[in-house]
């Protein structure tokens, strides 16, 4: 069984940053890719940012782009999202995902473990 733990989210003023992170256990972390996904209250699931199983790899949302970033270190079985420029529309739970393959995908189907989730609220 994979475990999957969030952290890093909160409240933060629109223009600001937030850094999220994922801890990975339960199986070899280096042979799949992962993902970072949000649930905005009343919405559907959607994929912010996937990353590869080596990183060399790597998508996001075309609502995020050039203002998220993802990274992981295989060493330390966690993946990080950095989230700057923030915009009230980017309030949602946050939630950290584990695919059943080692290359990036962007159907929300293809992640088979996922993480309890972290809120972030963007808000002045």
């Not at 199986?27 to 080596?54: D, H």
């Not at 993802?70 to 949602?92: C, F, G, H, W, Y």
């Amino acid at each position: 069984q994979v475990q999957l733990v969030e952290s890093g989210g909160g409240l933060v003023q629109p223009g600001g940053s937030l850094r999220l992170s994922c801890v990975a256990s339960g199986r070899t972390f280096s042979r799949y890719a992962m993902g970072w996904l949000r649930q905005a209250p009343g919405k559907g699931r959607e994929l912010v940012a996937t990353i590869s199983w080596n990183g060399g790899s790597t998508y996001y949302a075309g609502s995020v782009k050039g203002r998220f970033t993802i990274s992981r270190d295989n060493a330390k079985n966690t993946v990080v999202l950095q989230m700057n420029s923030l915009k009230p529309e980017d309030t949602a739970d946050y939630y950290c995902a584990a695919s059943r393959y080692p290359r990036i995908g962007v159907e929300t189907s293809e992640y088979e473990y996922w993480g309890k989730g972290t809120q972030v609220t963007v808000s002045s």
